[in-house]
């Protein structure tokens, strides 16, 4: 099983920050997670595989589930309990029927970076139209980042809003690349972008 199944994404978000937690809120179909919780999500082809291994995780621990997604290439699910150490033991018993490592993950790479200042009226309403998080204002600085495999930019998010004083506009986690769009002065924006590509970076894994 080990040689065709692919760890598309492992990666754990030790504290679930106030708006990340609140806007997972909106999107979730499971258990609603609260700012504070620790949180993990895993990424896989072939997707299917998904059910099998949130069956693993849930039965094991005290860690609740949030998502469970299958699209047209990927499955991914994100577990969370405000007991760390029962999220953390989710993803190792996962790992371990799996006999697969943390590492043998796939290296998360940064496809697009864009820092758009001053961003234009008519260009803030046509994105405030797709956005589930905060509104975009007129005249605010604006980062967008896109990365793959899809699921790290939960990661990217979290850990930008940890740096920096920004606003989450929207996040995109499934499908071949994960998208977030966040807004605030030009300075938090920078911040929030260097937290962002720096959490990337630092993630070890294996080239896809």
Request: charged share 20%; proline share 3%; net charge negative.
């Amino acid at each position: 099983m080990a040689d065709k199944f692919q760890l598309r994404c492992y990666c754990l978000l030790d504290r679930m920050q106030a708006q990340y937690a609140a806007f997972v809120g909106t999107i979730t179909q499971g258990d609603l997670p609260t700012e504070g919780m620790a949180s993990l999500y895993i990424e896989m082809a072939p997707g299917n595989e998904v059910f099998r291994t949130v069956d693993i995780a849930v039965k094991a621990t005290e860690a609740k589930p949030g998502a469970q997604i299958v699209e047209r290439e990927f499955g991914m699910f994100e577990v969370h309990s405000m007991n760390q150490a029962a999220v953390i033991e989710a993803g190792s018993v996962v790992l371990d029927r799996l006999a697969l490592k943390v590492e043998d993950r796939v290296k998360p790479q940064i496809a697009s970076v864009q820092v758009i200042t001053r961003v234009d009226s008519y260009q803030a309403q046509l994105l405030n139209r797709f956005r589930r998080g905060s509104m975009l204002v007129p005249g605010e600085t604006m980062l967008v980042l896109e990365c793959a495999p899809a699921a790290y930019i939960n990661y990217a998010c979290n850990e930008a809003e940890k740096r920096a004083s920004i606003k989450i506009v929207h996040v995109s986690s499934v499908g071949r690349y994960g998208r977030m769009w966040l807004s605030g002065s030009e300075a938090e924006i920078i911040n929030a972008k260097n937290a962002a590509i720096q959490a990337l970076e630092n993630l070890e894994g294996q080239p896809e």
